[in-house]
């Protein structure tokens, strides 16, 4: 038994394209994989734990059970839809996947791999809480871009402990957090370095994400934090915490997999923990994790680490697809460059299979897919229907009409097949076979499209509109070789096209078929009349999508036009940490004409600020005076001094009045 899956998708949103160009590629291997006559267990699931389905539940006043359900329940619909069938897919949040994860964190802990130790969170004194992952924002330690709690998502893209992200501020209420001490526990991860660049070398899977693996593995590897301040999540063994959302999200794999085998018959331990063979110190599992390339950290050293500690199978095999780009431009959701699966694209009247043909043939499933609604338009009508389309309905057409779809009366012999036929299709399986073992979907494609061509020829060039003319028999059997190709051409196109080629299928009578059929000779008859087994997208329609998506885009930016405008919110404002400081030093900078350095007592802390005022006031005067100071301003560096923060001033003639109080106040009293 051979085992798929799918990356979680997080039920904390609707479903993009970004999505289906992991989900539609892994169902296309599949389907495949069940045409060579392989036993596949196909499984995926809802991800419904983690802070960003509380924040966004807590904001919409439900409970996050509410908001899973109804993304979990989306996300099913949309597979659905598109043809992406799971023999079972799960939630996080069920009673049987809590039993599992406790039971595999425990064999983490008997095995001697977790450990206690306090660390310094972030905690928000206005809300009286720590701040878990994505509640707090702050600065990255490793680039100084913004990030979040776990992860520095617009910079550097490292993952990031908790207590680790430099200047944390509540992402609820905007407060300044403070670092307290608590207890979590933590993953021995370093104890597996040597492990996971020996599991690496080993592993199968895509190049791009396997480099990505051995480069982080070779830079110093660092315990992980596995425990959250939540209350949704699975409970920590023992402690008023949660164990981490990407702890506990691939261990859905397993929990998963044990579910369908209670419907399927089949032994989930067989293929978690026995697996199919050892080598050294790994025991193989035959399981293949298709994935997004941003989820590469977690999937390649973090779950082989855990698989390891908790002694159960590896898997053989990951898969990781490209990113995805809207219309040229970086996908983005805030900013309107998103083809929404449901909305904007079922909604509309699509072809499911339109866009599962998209996905996979666009590009190699590496690199970079870019979704274009005009690309979209000339590769449905250019080669879907103007080459695939065009040769089946062609053959059917003509069988029906001029033969009454039996071809064989005018046959004497089983022995009609073209060598060049024969040939042709056994390339094109031969190929597709070939493309499937290195996760290439694109040549795949390309090979049955390759091979509607050559039909398409092989039917021009013996024009049999005028041999029926001639010799009714000669062109029998020429339509005997077009209807076996139409043949081939059903089944190794139907992963990639299910829907529209079970219903050419139908035309032909072709039921439980199998890759062994492509060239086995059979009697190929027509036997209801034939449609056009594609509909063309009519250019009026992608203009009408394409104005969906600029007034989107007009939308969003004029959403961030007006979060720049002189209006603020009274939760920005209070973004803004504004304290009364006092001046304790004061000094010029060298070979500045504006600059002057200043030492300003905040309230129990000396900050150093450079501020341009040096044309306005003599260093010496400032000394003892109480200004306004913004504290919380990013560190910058003025003719190569730091400045820790901004001194508030009006501009009076284009030189700078500073701000001071009225009468005295301590230092480090707050501007509300």
């Known amino acids: 038994m051979r085992l798929i899956t799918c990356g979680l998708p997080y039920a904390n949103g609707k479903a993009h394209i970004g999505h289906l160009r992991t989900y539609i590629p892994a169902d296309v291997y599949v389907r495949y994989l069940r045409l060579m006559g392989e036993k596949v267990l196909f499984i995926c699931g809802s991800d419904c734990h983690g802070t960003p389905i509380v924040v966004n539940a807590e904001k919409e006043g439900i409970e ?5 359900d109804r993304y979990h329940e989306h996300f099913k619909k949309v597979f659905a839809a598109v043809g992406v069938e799971f023999d079972f897919f799960g939630r996080t949040d069920s009673d049987y996947h809590h039993e599992m994860t406790t039971n595999f964190v425990k064999r983490l802990i008997d095995n001697g791999y977790v450990y206690s130790k306090e660390i310094e969170l972030a905690y928000c004194p206005n809300c009286k809480r ?53 207890k979590h526990y933590f993953f021995k991860l370093t104890a597996f370095k040597d492990f996971l660049l020996d599991y690496l070398e080993k592993l199968k899977g895509t190049e791009n994400a396997l480099n990505y693996a051995k480069q982080w593995v070779r830079q110093e590897l660092k315990d992980w934090c596995i425990t959250r301040n939540l209350e949704w999540g699975v409970k ?9 959302v990407w702890v506990d999200a691939p261990i859905g794999y397993i929990s998963y997999t044990r579910e369908a085998c209670k419907e399927k018959g089949c032994d989930w331990e067989q293929i978690w923990i026995k697996g199919v063979r050892k080598e050294g110190e790994i025991r ?37 697809s490209g990113m995805v780009k ?10 309107g460059y998103v ?6 694209y079922l909604k509309a009247g699509f072809d499911p299979d339109y866009l599962r043909y998209y996905i996979v043939n666009y590009t190699s499933h590496q690199k970079d897919l870019n979704f274009s609604w005009k690309v979209f338009m000339d590769k449905v009508n250019n080669e879907l229907i103007a080459n695939l389309g065009n040769f089946i309905y062609r053959v059917l057409h003509f069988a029906w009409k001029n033969f009454g779809g039996d071809v064989w009366d005018l046959v004497n012999s089983d022995e009609v097949l073209d060598d060049q036929v024969v040939e042709a299709i056994e390339k094109a399986r031969d190929e597709i076979v070939k493309a499937l073992e290195e996760w290439e979907f694109k040549v795949a494609s390309d090979a049955f499209m390759e091979l509607a061509s050559f039909g398409n020829n092989y039917f021009q060039s013996r024009e049999p509109w005028e041999l029926i003319k001639k010799d009714r028999g000669e062109c029998a059997k020429v339509m005997a070789n077009c209807l076996h190709l139409v043949k081939a051409l059903v089944i190794l196109s139907y992963p990639v096209l299910p829907f529209s080629m079970s219903k050419v299928a139908d035309f032909i009578g072709l039921k439980d078929f199998s890759f062994d059929d492509v060239s086995k000779f059979e009697k190929v008859r027509v036997v209801k009349k034939p449609k056009l087994p594609f509909k063309k997208v009519e250019e009026e329609k992608i203009e009408e999508m394409e104005r969906i998506m600029l007034e989107r885009i007009r939308k969003a930016e004029e959403k961030e036009k007006a979060s720049k405008s002189e209006y603020v ?10 304290r009364v400081g006092r001046i304790v030093k004061a000094e010029k900078i060298k070979k500045s004409r504006k600059l002057i350095r200043l030492e300003v007592d905040i309230g129990g802390e000396v900050r150093q600020i450079v501020a341009g005022i040096a044309e306005t006031y003599e260093p010496e005067e400032l000394v003892g005076k109480l200004v306004v100071v913004l504290t919380n301003m990013k560190p910058a560096k003025l003719m190569g001094v730091e400045s820790q923060g901004m001194l508030l001033a009006a501009d009076v003639d284009g030189k700078a009045v500073l701000l001071m109080p009225e009468r005295e106040v301590p230092p480090g009293s707050k501007v509300r």
């Open 339 to 344: 083809v929404w699966v449901e909305d904007d």
């Open 236 to 244: 920590f063994p023992g402690e008023d915490l949660v164990v981490y």
């Open 64 to 68: 996050p059970r509410k908001l899973v």
């Open 284 to 320: 193989w599992a035959n399981i293949t994790h298709f994935i997004g390339l941003d989820i590469v950290y977690h999937h390649c050293i973090f779950w082989p680490a855990m698989l390891k500690a908790a002694d159960f199978a590896l898997p053989s095999a990951v898969v990781a």
């Open 569 to 578: 919110t009274i939760d920005e404002f209070k973004k803004l940490d504004i």
């Open 130 to 182: 720590f701040l878990p992952d994505r509640y707090v924002e702050g600065i990255c330690p490793y680039c100084g871009a913004i990030a979040r709690g776990d992860e520095c998502d617009q910079g550097c893209g490292r993952y990031l402990e908790p207590g680790e992200i430099k200047e944390p501020r509540c992402k609820i209420c905007g407060t300044k957090a403070e670092f307290r001490k608590q």
């Open 326 to 335: 809207v219309e040229g431009k970086t996908f983005s959701k805030s900013r």
